[in-house]
């Protein structure tokens, strides 16, 4: 295993592969014991045998092809409209000289740092046939509103425009190393801004915006937050919202493991079919785009005519997109009960929600147990990462073995949420360490989750840095550690900062693993946002979400505040 003898080294390997393997292959072994083992009341383990009635009863149920199917249009329709946001608003501020760059940059992150479900808590009250502020207001102009938010099409709407801020950061990415000699030359030729955008740009990017929408596509089938809220109200299910119900049944009845597990197992199969096309187009996209050399600066496309209507249209989508559910967000979060926005009802307003909040017994416990849970998640995450990525890239481990940790601490890349917190469930109710019901088993599974991200960033960051540095301080007499300290770590800092803001918001962020795994004694924020909304206290939960959205504002904004060198967005 180690190719020139240092026991140390090759101790730690071990013990990080082994870490790896527990925290990774133990929870899906048990998944898969128990869709073939738990059934009815008993959970896996409980009886002796293998039984195939979990995946009788999901392959003759009809419903199961219904959740194939719903989840499939929800996820390529989200895609859809959230990779179409996103290319087009990466085009306009990455490739041509629109004015209001730095604004449309801004507001097109806004969304990011509004948690999932309370986008979709201010849509649902924008788009509410009977009382919400767009089918009103189109009322009084006698102009009728057709479409009904709960429904599927409702969760596909929410959540492609909820995807367009994410997305905005990978497209942009890809436009913005792409060499603009191509898009000059269409330009030199006579071709318009439209033809060199259809018959250059897009195309040389096709490698790299099909890997991006198959990532998406797949982030789509695995989310809970907008199937789990809409699809409630409208009847809707698919496949993430299905296992949720089906281990935490109303009416006192008893959980179904069995079936849960079963299909769970088919949602990684999806995904992981997904992530290999993923991995595949990643690929063919290094053949294609092409990187400029040092000192390159990228020209941009004049406009010319095209400049004002192209404003008008992405300033009209950001008012749709990001204002409206901003403004009523704050609006809802300053009533009791809703009023539709008129001078009279300025009178009725007030902080009576925030002030509910502040006073309310179990807050401070759920503030402390977020800030516990998402400290403790960086501090897993980025210590288990940081080290993966060094003995991958840098340790003198045979190339083997240093493949099969890589491989295996990217696997949670193609695990949907709610599989690892069914699997988190199962695992630590039969396995003797105490943490089921705390924070710390959240955290456990958030930096399960979080460990693919976290690793390729800091992989790419190890291999951007010459190794003669650290081979100059190996010959100097330093050892491996000595040599990571000292010369690694510092060149690492602006990676492993970045990094650390990444996993805070998305701790932060995450519903469905919060959702499986919390107690009465461990409620987050997220878990929190979910007990309003079950009970319909609505000023509450916009208020929350207000806050929520000014905590994870600040987050974002953080990697503006540090050194140019440091940042990790275009800012």
């Not at 709407?157 to 603009?180: H, K």
């Not at 008893?254 to 997904?274: E, K, N, Q, R, W």
Request: net charge positive.
């Amino acid at each position: 295993m180690v190719r020139a003898g240092r026991p140390v080294v090759s101790l730690l390997f071990i013990a990080v592969l082994g870490l790896t393997v527990y925290l990774v292959l133990v929870p899906l072994v048990v998944l898969i014991v128990a869709s073939v083992n738990a059934t009815g009341a008993h959970l896996p383990f409980e009886r002796p045998g293998i039984f195939i009635a979990n995946y009788l009863t999901v392959l003759r149920d009809g419903g199961t092809y219904r959740l194939l199917l719903n989840s499939t249009i929800f996820a390529v329709g989200s895609t859809v409209i959230g990779i179409g946001m996103a290319v087009f608003f990466a085009w306009l501020i990455e490739r041509t000289n629109i004015i209001m760059r730095r604004v449309l940059f801004v507001a097109v992150l806004v969304p990011m740092a509004i948690p999932n479900m309370i986008y979709a808590t201010s849509w649902l009250q924008l788009l509410d046939a009977h009382a919400g502020l767009v089918p009103v207001t189109l009322a009084k102009f006698g102009i009728p509103f057709p479409v009904s938010i709960l429904s599927l099409g409702g969760m596909i709407f929410i959540q492609g425009t909820a995807l367009a801020s994410n997305a905005y950061l990978l497209v942009a990415g890809a436009l913005r190393n792409v060499d603009p000699t191509l898009e000059e030359q269409s330009a030199i030729a006579g071709k318009g801004v439209w033809q060199t955008l259809c018959r250059v740009t897009l195309p040389i990017l096709r490698p790299a915006l099909f890997a991006v929408i198959v990532f998406f596509a797949m982030v789509c089938i695995e989310t809970f937050d907008v199937p789990g809220m809409v699809g409630l109200s409208a009847g809707v299910q698919v496949l993430s919202t299905r296992i949720y119900w089906l281990t935490h049944p109303e009416g006192g009845q008893l959980p179904d493991y069995g079936t849960a597990s079963a299909l769970a197992l088919l949602l990684v199969i999806i995904a992981l079919m997904l992530i290999t096309l993923y991995e595949a187009q990643l690929k063919r996209g290094r053949r294609y785009v092409t990187i400029t050399a040092r000192g390159y600066r990228p020209s941009r496309i004049k406009l010319g005519p095209l400049q004002l209507p192209l404003l008008v249209l992405a300033l009209g989508l950001l008012v749709i997109t990001v204002a409206l559910p901003l403004f009523m967000l704050v609006w809802r979060s300053l009533l009791r009960f809703y009023v539709y926005p008129s001078p009279a009802a300025f009178g009725r307003l007030s902080f009576s929600a925030y002030r509910a909040l502040v006073d309310e017994p179990t807050m401070i416990a759920v503030l402390r147990n977020t800030v516990l849970m998402s400290v403790a998640t960086v501090v897993v995450t980025l210590s288990l990462s940081a080290l993966v990525a060094w003995l991958t890239v840098r340790s003198p481990i045979t190339a083997s073995w240093r493949r099969r940790l890589r491989m295996l601490a990217l696997t949670p890349q193609g695990i949907p949420s709610v599989v690892i917190g069914i699997a988190f469930v199962l695992t630590y109710l039969r396995v003797p360490i105490p943490i089921y019901g705390t924070v710390w088993i959240i955290a456990l599974a958030l930096s399960t989750k979080f460990i693919a991200y976290t690793t390729a960033a800091l992989t790419a960051a190890h291999l951007q840095i010459a190794p003669e540095l650290e081979e100059a301080s190996l010959m100097a007499g330093a050892d491996e550690f000595a040599t990571y300290r000292r010369v690694l770590f510092p060149l690492l800092t602006p990676a492993l900062a970045n990094c650390v803001v990444w996993v805070l918001i998305q701790a932060i962020r995450e519903l469905v693993i919060a959702l499986m795994l919390y107690s009465p004694s461990s409620q987050v924020l997220s878990t929190q946002v979910w007990g309003l909304w079950q009970n319909g206290v609505m000023d509450q939960l916009c208020a929350l979400g207000v806050v929520s959205a000014l905590v994870l504002a600040g987050l974002l904004s953080l990697p503006a505040l540090l050194p140019r060198r440091w940042r990790w967005l275009p800012v």
